[in-house]
């Protein structure tokens, strides 16, 4: 009896599992206004659209700059940036980084954090800093995984430079 | 023996003197321990080292869980050491109740992984580490009665885990594979090796998604020999685990140990919990 039981559990999860693989590759439902309907990649929201556009990321980077101006292990190496500055660039680069209508041309990574020599426990800590933002802006959890999904492989263009 | 204690005490004190929290991880990433005393699952050994550690620092953790089936039961608890993200070291021991015989049987296990490349969340490539758990089984008569060779044995493993995180519709996924030499009956409980000693390379595998930063739902396999010819089966599992904070986890699985020293229907429940520094 007990064997069904967990077999039966196993099954619903597997279930479970292929449901929101199905429901992932589908296209989303919320589609955008301004659709391309040249590219399939437009027909459906991009992460930009789906985080909120510009107010969004607007809102997540004033409560990050926040968050890291009262943070004893990484405001070090913010001490000396110029916060306007900082805010733009990095409103750009997290927008062009989520498919939004933004180009991004500004310095590259390696350039902006060579000589910072940021250690594994910094980025790490930063990221949570930045999911601190992220939860502060009221952005849901799915949301906040697809956009650190893309943020985590610029780690090695950014420690130990 | 006495050496990884004093080893352990040894961190304890250089993680508080050197006042470095251990907290470089994402939170639930290192997973928990698993009931041979590595950094894993339930009971597979995964890939990531136990603990928050990162390359810079060191962790300290301690476990304790009970797997309580049909006819037998088995507590153990177990402490490791994570240095620099690299080097886990781990001492667990057991106590399996055979309930139908009132016998105890215990078995002590020492652990050690290196983690080879990789990291689980942020390279493309898994993060990929080699593991041995060196185990001593100390009220042997049982295993001998029942054909084991040895009362002492060493498995080697290597494991690969990845996070692949928003994978599922915005959720994190990870896995895990374990290929594991062994001689192991019953993990070890049983002894080591017998009469149908044949197949030493065994799988294992987990895989779980977060449903939130605290919560990870998930399910494990772990393929077993039966050297003993006693119909011994592969051990699987459906887990709950919460990870309130970097301090504290606790999971909740429901296992089906197949049959064990003949005994077959071993299903029942797994409760840990594991407290990191």
Known sequence: MMKIEITSMKKSIILLLLMSCFSCSSPSSNIDNNVDSNSHAQTQASLYQEIGGKPAL????DNLINIIGQDDVVFAHFAQSNVTRFKDELTIFLCHLADGPCQYQGDSMEDIHQGMYITKNEFNHFVELFIEAMDASGISYPIQNQLLARLAPLRRTIIKM | MNKIPSLLYGCLLAVFSANCSAEGKILA????????????GGIVPWAQLAGYATEESISVSAACSRITVKDFSLDSCAVQANLYDKIELSYAKQNFEVTPLQLNLKQSIIGAKINLFGDLVYSTMPQVSLGIQSKKLKTSDVAFSLGAKKDSGTDFYIAASKLHLGFINGYNWLWNVTARHTKSNQIGLLGFGGP?????????????????RHLAIGVEFRQKPDNLNLGENHWKDIFIAWFPNKHLSVTLAYVDLGSIAAIDKQTGWYLSTMWYL
């Open chain 2, 29 to 40: 990433t290192p997973g928990v321990s698993q009931i041979e005393g590595s950094g894993g």
């Open chain 2, 196 to 212: 149908n000693e044949n197949k030493k390379i065994q799988l294992e595998a987990s895989s779980a998604i977060l449903l939130n």
């Open chain 1, 58 to 61: 607007d809102n997540i980077i």
